[in-house]
Each structure stands twice: as C-alpha cells, then as structure tokens.
C-alpha cells in the first residue's frame, strides 16, 4: 500500500486557514474552472483522503496575494484531511473530485471562507470573496487508520513507540527526497509525543492514536 505523509496528521499541522465559520447558509456557491487535468486519472480525491497541495490565495476584490503555500513549510505542498474542516469550508468543497496533477481555479464566496467576520492573521477583510489556484499533487487513504498504525507499529504490540515512529518520519522523510537536519527530526517527534501521547507514558497506545479516528469517514 502507498504509504503516504501520514505524520503531518500526527503533529497536527493545521494551516492559518484552520479556523473556520461553519455557516448554515450556503446558498452562495463556489465557482471551480479546471485549468488542467492530466491526461491519466487514476483516483479522484474524496472526503476523508489526505491530500497534497499547494494552493494559492487572492482576494476576489484587488487580486492581492494573501497566502501562498509555496512560501511556507520550505515549499513543502501542504497535506490535509480532506473534507473535515482542516481548511476552509470552500477549498473542502473545491478539492473534491480531483486527480493528482489537476490544476483548478476556484471563487469562493465569503460564507464558505471567512464570512462576515474575515480573517485578521491573514488580512482578509469582512465579506471577502477569495480565490484560489490549487494545484492537487497526490491523494492517499485517510490517516489514522487502522493500515497506517499497523505499518507504523513494526513489532506489532498495538502500540507505538518513539523508535517505531522515528522510524516512519526518517521513512517518510526520504520519500520525499528533501534534506532536513537531524535536529528537525528530533522536534517533530518530540512534538508527535507532545500532541498524541496524552499519559505521557512515551508510548502512543492505538487509543490515542485513534483519538480523530471519528474525522475520518
Ligand atoms: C457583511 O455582510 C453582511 C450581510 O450581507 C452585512 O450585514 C455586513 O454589514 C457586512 N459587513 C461588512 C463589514 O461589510
């Protein structure tokens, strides 16, 4: 099985785009123009996936640039959870049904962003339509599944520990073929054990590995 970034999920990397109204009105709608699709499509993105993308932002009203993911994480694609509401409400709904490699446009009305209020970290301003170039790169099963833990935890004693997923994250690491310093290493794994092992046994039981197991779906 591709086995994918997982360990964002782990240490909880939630965007600036994180905090989101839920608003019950959605009669406004978003606006999705596919720029590109790639001439192969072997899986569309659905909710619940981890997703890799990079998306840029521009507000609707002087086309200024208010987020860029390549300038964050050294240019990193950023992973999510798709349609869960680790981003806004539009870009949950403007990700969806897409292959790796497509490339859309999307104009995202107010309520399905930051609405009324808008969004000071980011200076989005009240009311503001937004939008979006993204640019989807890949698409694995959801975290937080049982085949994630299962590949995680070696020796197969349902639980995880600092040397297992040391493991993974230098894995994952060379996956992606970008160098990171050892001291880089160490602070993600000091931060998975801060966010997931809530006993702070320094073990990661399957229960607190499975504490967003109901985000999935
Ligand atoms: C935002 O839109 C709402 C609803 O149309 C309106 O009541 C409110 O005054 C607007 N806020 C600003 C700051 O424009």
Redesign the pocket.
């Known amino acids: 099985m591709h086995f994918s970034l997982r360990y964002i999920f782990l240490i909880q990397a939630f965007s600036l785009l994180t905090s989101c109204e839920k608003s019950e009105i959605e009669e406004e709608k978003i606006k999705i123009e596919v720029v590109h699709v790639p001439s192969v499509c072997t899986q569309k993105s659905k909710r619940g996936d981890l997703v890799n993308a990079h998306y840029d932002g521009f507000l609707a009203t002087d086309l200024s640039k208010f987020y860029c993911s390549r300038s964050e994480r050294d240019g990193h694609p950023k992973w999510f959870v798709l349609g869960v509401g680790q981003v806004i409400k539009g870009l949950d709904i403007a990700l969806m049904d897409m292959c790796p490699g497509e490339k859309r446009k999307v104009v995202i009305p107010?309520s399905l962003a930051y609405g009324?209020q808008g969004y000071v970290l980011d200076k989005i301003?009240?009311?503001a339509t937004l939008i979006f170039e993204i640019e989807l790169y890949g698409i694995s099963k959801g975290p937080r599944s049982v085949e994630a833990f299962q590949q995680i935890d070696m020796n197969n004693d349902n639980q995880l520990s600092k040397e297992e997923i040391s493991h993974y994250l230098t894995e994952e690491f060379r996956k992606d073929g970008k160098q990171r310093a050892p001291s880089e290493h160490g602070r993600i794994l000091t931060d998975i054990f801060k966010k997931n092992d809530h006993n702070n046994d320094g073990i990661i039981s399957a229960k607190e590995y499975n504490v967003y197991r109901h985000d999935e779906l």
Do not use: F
């Open positions: 107010p009324e301003p009240p009311n």
